[in-house]
Every structure is written in C-alpha cells, then in structure tokens.
C-alpha cells in the first residue's frame, strides 16, 4: 500500500474511524437505596457515566484504562469490575457524517462500598430508580407501569403490521412486563429499556432521532447521555442475575452487618421484598456469613449480631447466591 493511500495516522485513506470508550457503571448502596455514580458537568443536558476514551499508548488493557479514567473523573479507587457488553450503534453519540470517528463504547459494571467522602467536582450518587422507576417492587407495584406504560405498549402492539410480527410484538410486551399473569422476572431489565426504547416512550429515542418526539404520556425516569441509560440498564439486569450465583452482594457491604442489612442490600438490588426466614435459612445452609460475637450499637430495639461474610464459601460451593422466593406483587 503507498503512503498516499493512509493518511497521517496510519488509517486507510477513506476508511471510518473508531474511537473505544470506557464507560463505568459505579454502583453502591446506602440507605436500602441503590446507587449509581454520575457525572454532570455545567451545561450538559443529562447526566452521564463515568467515562473517557481508551489509549492504546498509555493504557495497558481497557479495564487499567477504566480504572484510570474513573479515577481521574470521580477519585474513587474501584475495587470490583468486570465487562458488560460492546455498544457500537450507530448515532450513539448524534455524530454525523464527517464529525468524526464511530464510538464504540465497553461498558463495565463496578462496585464499591459506601457513598460517602464523594470529593470530585459535577459527580454525584443518583437513585437508581430515578433512571428506571418501573423496576422497583419492594413496596407495591410500580404505579407507572399502569397508568403509562401498559396503555402505551399495547398501543405499540396493536400498530405491528399483521402477521407473526404483531404475534411476536404483543408477546414480547407480555413477557417484558409480566402482563396477562406471566409474572414479573426481575432479571429482564435491558429487555424491558429496549422495548421501551424501540416503542418511542423514552427520551433517548428522540434524541437519537429515531422518533420526532417521546410518545409516553408521562416522563418515564431521568434520561441521560448518549446511550448510558442502557449501559446502567444492562449493570442492573447483570447485578440482579448474578447475586443468585455469586456473592458479589459482599462487595457492596461493609467489613461487618446484621443479617437484616444484609437483606435489605438484596432487596434494594433486586427491586422486590424478600420472604425474612427463607432469606435467613438460606444464608444459614449456604455457609455465606460467619458471626463475629460482637453485636450492632443500639438504635432501635436490642442490639442484633454482627456477621461477616465467610470467603471459605468460594471453594466449598461451585454457586453461592441468594436464590431466594421474593414478593412481587401485581
């Protein structure tokens, strides 16, 4: 190939270019609350991940390359992280053609203990839920769910072109939402973004200039930039999956907790309440915490005993988790 063929930096003359993103989704818990790290700087028209782009000269893999862009955003050393998923479509980042390079982005899920001692400027802990406020069932069902979404989608299903397509349509809304008596699966979180993604009911979809405008009678949670809100909705569904198999739930509680701490963090991960004793006898026979002899300070009631979690676990069982009958209701 000749040199007039590339340009100065090595691309073939004509070809696109790709840029890599690293974005983060920091999740913590306080409060029964669950929350995510976000960045908003002055002037920006929603609050977006940690994130920055990938340099193949200064990083040695991606995950040191995220390590050292939150770092740099939040001053918050991650402990916790592993990949999510690739996204790479097209308008993304509303780029036109000649802007500059396609971005493709690798977004991780990370975990850290406690909120507090936040001291990077334009960061802050959001409620999760304020991103996705269909997803949270620990007290009731989620008024929103009937009185926007569920006319707004069978709308949606009725609009499919006739055929196995409108079949396939109202059957995905079915299941997403658990209409009809399916039932809620609290795992289906990107399942249930993307349809509404694809139906025009969140904000994204206009600004991606897939819509003319959001259709949702009613704002259906924050939006935030680019496509962050669907990298935070695929951490979610990941960290809801995972807490049945593995004990990352640790990784979100401090070094010593009551066994009633240690349920609530579940419960405010996983959006539904959970059944108190089979919660307790599954910790129990799953050898997931050990007593420490020493009890919580006093608030309310009598003191309760303080547990932590026992490591010894990793090579007893192939899956320790927190399979556990939770309380959805319709």
Sequence with gaps: MTARARNATGTRAGAHVVSIGLSAAVVAVSDETPRVLVVHHPGQIADSLPFGPFDPLHHRTLESGLRAWVGEQTYIDLGYVEQLYTFGDRGRHLLEPGEGARVVSVGYLALTRGTENLRAPDTVWRNFYRFFPWEDWRERKPPVIDTVIAPALKA??????RGPAADARRDRVRVCFGFDGIGW?????????????EAGLVEEAARD???KACTASAPLGESMMFDHRRILATALARLRGKLKYRP?????????????ELQRTVEAISGVRLHKQNFRRLVED???????????????????????????VL????????????????
């Design 248 to 260: 990352v739930v640790f990784e979100l509680m401090p070094p010593e907790f009551t066994l009633l």
């Design 209 to 211: 200039g897939r819509i």
């Design 185 to 197: 699966d609290e795992e289906k979180v990107l399942e249930r973004y993307e349809l509404l993604y």
């Design 156 to 161: 949606f299903a009725k609009a499919a072109p």
């Design 286 to 312: 799953q050898g997931l915490v050990e007593g420490t002899g020493r009890t919580s300070a006093p608030t309310r009631g009598r003191p309760a005993e303080l547990f932590r979690f026992r490591r010894e």
């Design 315 to 330: 090579r007893e069982r192939p899956a320790p988790g927190f399979r556990v009958g939770a309380r959805a209701r319709g």
